[in-house]
């Protein structure tokens, strides 16, 4: 008796699970789902000078250019498709929590240890900061992968009291992250953001920060570090 084995194709999947999240299809433009916010949150950092990239699980222009973008900084085959060597990269960027492998929810919460009592839930809160850590990883490829010193991320409005935080602090949200000075400069720093999804730059030159550049993910562009040549 033979057998005749039919081999079904599913396009390119990844070769492996992950502990975060495992895609399992190839994405290109016109994609919707699920799977495509994922991939955007991942992208987030990778949208070009002055651009945010939409995390709307539609697959348009800007989610293409920004995976050209990341596929370029890895040394992939830069098509715009995302496909088993995407994933592969993706995957080894990211701890199982979901964080990129350079940043952790402890790092941009030292307030409390359950993301509460800001202006929004706390699942908002951490996940805003949770796609902060993607633009920082993105950020922190661009400049060499050296350390990026994060020294405030998520307050509660106790916290920012605690601190003198303005009433309306984006760290309230748990979208803003203040950099201090390590391999980099605060002006580096502040002028590299504008290439990573940050609506708010602030820096040296802006009031009250000329020991930090700030950065967060405000709903309209405003960049201000005078001393940086923003």
Request: some cysteine.
């Amino acid at each position: 008796m033979s057998i005749v084995l039919v081999g079904l194709v599913f396009g390119s999947a990844p070769a492996q699970a992950d502990g975060c999240y495992t895609w399992t299809r190839t994405l290109s433009q016109g994609a919707t789902g699920a799977d495509v916010r994922q991939l955007q949150i991942r992208l987030s950092g990778y949208p070009g000078y002055g651009g945010v990239l939409a995390l709307d699980s539609e697959f348009g222009p800007a989610t293409r250019s920004a995976l050209i973008r990341f596929q370029q900084a890895y040394g992939l085959a830069a098509d715009g498709v995302a496909g088993s060597a995407t994933y592969s990269k993706l995957y080894a960027l990211q701890d199982d929590d979901c964080t990129p492998v350079n940043f952790s929810y402890a790092e941009l919460n030292r307030c409390n240890s359950d993301w509460s009592g800001g202006k929004v839930s706390a699942s908002t809160a951490k996940f805003n900061a949770l796609v902060s850590m993607w633009k920082l990883q993105a950020m922190r490829h661009a400049l060499g992968d050296q350390p990026i010193t994060v020294t405030s991320g998520f307050r509660s409005i106790a916290c920012n009291n605690a601190v003198g935080g303005a009433a309306d602090s984006r760290h309230l949200y748990g979208d803003a992250v203040d950099l201090g000075a390590g391999p980099h400069s605060l002006c580096r720093l502040a002028q590299q953001a504008r290439y990573h999804g940050f609506n708010g730059i602030l820096g040296p030159g802006y009031p009250g920060h000329g020991d930090h550049t700030h950065v967060d993910h405000r709903s309209s562009r405003f960049w201000s570090a005078s001393q940086c040549g923003i």
